[in-house]
């Protein structure tokens, strides 16, 4: 009975070490087997997760990147507005003068209209427009003048039509409206037709605005080659004027007049002191070159230019200095012509007589003819030009 329970426990519970082997080996494979299936995908979903970090950091890098181009380029819009308006702004500042001078010219031009009879808008042609400048006092002036080197009534219009030369007497308006000054020059002007009224107050201060003001509205009234001021004490020949202007008509920027430099005033309480004397160098210097304000003329791009430039145009204690400040930075050409700064006789009668007939003649010592009144009928008399000299004067 031993033996038996022996041998049947040996052939049923004993394994032998072959198949232990054999089990132990297919048990690595297997759990090779199983460890690549697993973490293999484990592995490539972690290069994914990887590759997709890097793809969403490069997405968003991508977006950041267009971003700040985008921000950039709304920068440089805003940049860009900001220099066209600045730009619009220089411009419009630019302009804003001569804007202001084409109202108040158009205003000018409207009124002269009115007061010389012709159609607002309209410019008419000329050859030269002739500004006698004169004040409400000086009725006594405007009458000597009128007898002697100004044409009157019928022939005044006929000088205009048939030689395009316009003579008239500037004024502006009193600081009174209507008041008796002002229907005094209504009443004149019905009488002789012979006045250019300006929107001016009159003032003896104030004669380089007038002047300014002559120029801007004489220019949008008539188109002429030339424009003439005059003081209503000054003997003028306007044969010979137009004649001598005649041979400058080809030319640009013209400005002719007898030229001086005078002594800068910086004294007080003196005439022609010049308040701005500072502006001019040490003091003791002088001007530089300008007409002398008895008479000068200029042609139509420096009347153009005044008109233009109105507003901004710098006021001067002294008319002609003024002008010629208004010049001196243009290119001009500037002609000394001393037959319009004649002494009044025996000068203006020597030289007549030597063929030499002088366009202006007036005295430097009253800066205008002494007593004209008195004298000018003996001016005229002596030293005035032929009288078909101005019908027949070529240009």
């Known amino acids: 009975m031993k033996n038996n329970r022996s041998s049947g426990g040996a052939g049923n519970g004993k394994v032998s070490p072959k198949w232990i082997i054999i089990f132990s080996i297919f048990s690595f494979v297997l759990g090779m087997v199983f460890t690549n299936r697993v973490w293999v995908p484990l592995e490539s979903d972690g ?3 990887r590759r997709r970090e890097q793809e969403l950091k490069v997405v968003t890098d991508d977006c950041v990147t267009k971003k700040d181009n985008e921000l950039m380029g709304e920068v440089h819009k805003t940049q860009q507005a900001i220099q ?3 730009s619009t702004i220089s411009d419009l500042r630019f302009e804003l003068p001569a804007n202001q001078s084409s109202v108040e010219m158009n205003r000018n031009d409207v009124h002269a209209n009115k007061t010389d009879g012709g159609k607002s808008g309209e410019r008419k042609k000329a050859f030269m427009v002739i500004g006698i400048n004169t004040a409400f006092s000086s009725r006594r002036r405007r009458d000597s003048i009128r007898e002697t080197w100004m044409p009157r009534g019928g022939k005044l219009l006929q000088l205009e039509k048939e ?3 316009v003579v008239r007497f500037m004024i502006g308006h009193s600081a009174t409206s209507k008041s008796i000054l002002d229907r005094a020059i209504d009443s004149e002007e019905a009488q002789h037709k012979d006045f250019f009224r300006l929107e001016h107050v009159e003032g003896y201060h104030e004669l380089t605005a007038k002047t300014r003001i002559f120029f801007s509205t004489a220019y949008a009234k008539w188109d002429a080659k030339f424009y003439v001021k005059v003081d209503d004490d000054v003997h003028v ?6 004649a001598t202007l005649g041979r400058h008509q080809s030319k640009p920027r013209v400005y002719t007049g007898c030229m001086k430099s005078g002594p800068v005033l910086a004294q007080k309480n003196v005439k ?5 004397y500072w502006k001019f160098g040490e003091e003791g210097n002088k001007y530089f070159r300008h007409a002398t304000g008895q008479i000068y003329a200029i042609s139509s791009d420096l009347a153009a230019y005044i008109s233009t430039n109105q507003p901004i145009l710098h006021k001067y204690a002294n008319e002609d200095v003024s002008l010629g400040a208004w010049f001196i930075g243009l290119d001009v050409e500037h002609i000394d012509d001393r037959n319009m700064c004649c002494g009044t006789p025996p000068d203006c009668e020597w030289k007549a007589e030597a063929g030499n007939v002088c366009i202006a003649s007036f005295d430097w010592s009253c ?3 002494c007593r004209s009144v008195e ?3 003996d001016v005229h008399k002596r030293c005035g030009e032929d009288p078909a000299a101005l019908w027949s004067a070529q240009y």
């Open 375 to 377: 004298r000018l009928k």
């Open 163 to 165: 030689k395009g030369i």
């Open 367 to 369: 800066s205008g003819i």
């Open 47 to 49: 290069r994914i997760m």
């Open 237 to 242: 020949n306007l044969g010979m004027l137009a």
């Open 272 to 276: 022609y002191h010049e308040p701005e």
């Open 84 to 86: 066209s308006l600045e």
